[in-house]
């Protein structure tokens, strides 16, 4: 199976997690290992195959995936092999091409209001991974505690969503990288086209909720003015 990738997001310290476009159907994939996590020696900058716009063959896979994260397919690293890179006319236009204008068409109606973000119920809904360039621009920032946050209205929900997208942060996976977060505000503000690409997490419960629920995130920003910039 070969996909796209064009969600690079970080974990802890040391882990990624990575997904991507089935090359022959556009359907999303997220590769996954079994018993253990991908590590940051994947990535293109430490060798390895895996970046964004980046086409990888994952060899032969195993679909392993349960509501709502029905795209885990189990691979085997050794098979592992980067084979091109789009050109970014390329990336945008398959970004485009599966992106749709709202959270509801991409994550149906189990997608709910929860605080100020959303979530599904542990173990429900059909997708967990999905593109979206939102009728009103995103705002991007860095809250109080240090973390890259976004503002997204579609129309239907007004809400404030962590980013995990891997670029935004230092090799600690920990400090943001200020200057390029003001950078790519600043570019949306004056009309910049942007997709993003959007996940579900492994459920857990929040402090103070009653039931766990996988909480929605932003996992990558995709401008329109340079769709192909990457982990560096």
Request: charge should be positive; include cysteine; proline fraction near 6%.
């Amino acid at each position: 199976m070969k996909i796209i990738v064009n969600h690079l997001t970080r974990m802890q310290p040391g882990y990624i997690c990575v997904a991507g476009l089935d090359l022959q159907t556009n359907a999303h994939v997220r590769p996954v290992l079994s018993g253990s996590r991908l590590t940051v020696d994947l990535l293109k900058r430490k060798g390895g195959p895996f970046d964004i716009a980046v086409v990888v063959d994952l060899g032969a896979t195993q679909p392993q995936g349960r509501p709502p994260q029905t795209e885990d397919h189990v691979f085997d690293p050794a098979q592992l092999t980067a084979v091109k890179e789009l050109t970014a006319e390329r990336f945008w236009k398959v970004l485009k091409s599966v992106s749709r204008n709202t959270l509801k068409e991409t994550f149906g109606e189990k997608l709910q209001p929860q605080r100020s973000g959303c979530a599904v119920d542990e173990g429900t809904g059909s997708v967990s991974l999905g593109c979206v360039s939102p009728v009103t621009p995103p705002r991007i920032f860095i809250n109080g505690w240090e973390k890259v946050r976004t503002r997204v209205n579609d129309g239907t929900f007004d809400i404030d969503l962590s980013v995990t997208d891997l670029r935004l942060y230092e090799h600690d996976q920990q400090t943001p990288r200020a200057k390029m977060v003001t950078n790519i505000q600043r570019r949306i503000e004056k009309g910049v086209g942007v997709i993003l690409s959007f996940g579900l997490a492994r459920a857990f419960r929040a402090q103070g909720d009653t039931a766990r629920r996988h909480w929605l995130q932003v996992n990558n920003i995709h401008l329109e003015d340079d769709p192909m910039w990457q982990a560096t």
